[in-house]
């Protein structure tokens, strides 16, 4: 069965202090691991896709990096602006769904 | 949100009434999803659509079903609804293959 975890829960940062959230996965083949931003009472938002291995991807204070059994979002001095939930997906090879985890809710303060 | 509009954005309605959500976009994405989301369950993927009148089950089917008569509109129906289908649901659409889906603002849905 393909399955997403993603931790911590909940994240309480400063502003300024840099950390990280995981995605680890299993799936059977892996088509695409997707990473999302998503804002209270909205839909959420696509931020990156990788595809293999040592792939990375970044945005802004935001970089995402794929291992074969987990991704990492990095979050460099993260400003309150950041503060979401953020979550991960992934493709397996067969079927063209999105299977999610649970997200990582991340709040940042000045 | 990506050509992704959902209506309504707001509904009450009574146990065991029919109810009827409505996905439309405007990119021509092929693949068409509609997902719920719980606290402590992310999103779950219901039902979701590969082409007109062509769709498949989700991991949580139950109770509802889908249509797609034109690429442009994709619509979730809770057949008779149960106060468990309280819940946001999303529409999405994308090309599939590998790409990223785009989002819909969601429909929160509150059965009384």
């Known amino acids: 069965e393909d399955q997403v975890t993603q931790s911590p829960e909940a994240l309480r940062l400063q502003e300024g202090e840099s950390s990280s959230l995981n995605c680890s996965y299993t799936?059977?083949?892996?088509?695409?691991l997707f990473w999302y931003r998503q804002d209270p009472g909205k839909g959420p938002e696509f931020l990156f896709t990788?595809?293999?291995a040592g792939e990375e991807k970044e945005k802004e204070r935001l970089k995402a990096t794929l291992t074969k059994k987990e991704s990492f979002l990095h979050i460099t001095a993260p400003k309150p602006e950041d503060s979401a939930t953020y979550l991960c997906a992934v493709q397996p090879e067969y079927g063209n769904k999105l299977v999610f985890g649970a997200g990582t809710i991340l709040r940042v303060k000045s | 949100d990506a050509g992704i509009t959902q209506s309504p954005r707001h509904k009450v309605t009574e146990t065991g009434t029919p109810v009827t959500l409505r996905c439309h976009q405007t990119e021509n994405h092929r693949y068409m999803y509609w997902y719920r989301q719980d606290p402590g369950h992310g999103l779950r993927l219901i039902h979701y659509?590969?082409?007109?009148?062509?769709?498949d089950k989700g991991e949580v089917s139950d109770g509802y079903s889908v249509s797609r008569s034109k690429t442009e509109d994709f619509l979730l129906t809770l057949e008779s609804a149960t106060s468990s289908q309280t819940s946001v649901y999303f529409c999405a659409g994308g090309a599939g293959e590998g790409t990223e889906a785009f989002f819909g603002q969601g429909t929160r849905l509150t059965v009384v």
């Open positions: 990788l595809y293999s």
């Open positions: 799936v059977s083949g892996l088509r695409g």
């Open positions: 659509s590969y082409g007109v009148k062509d769709t």
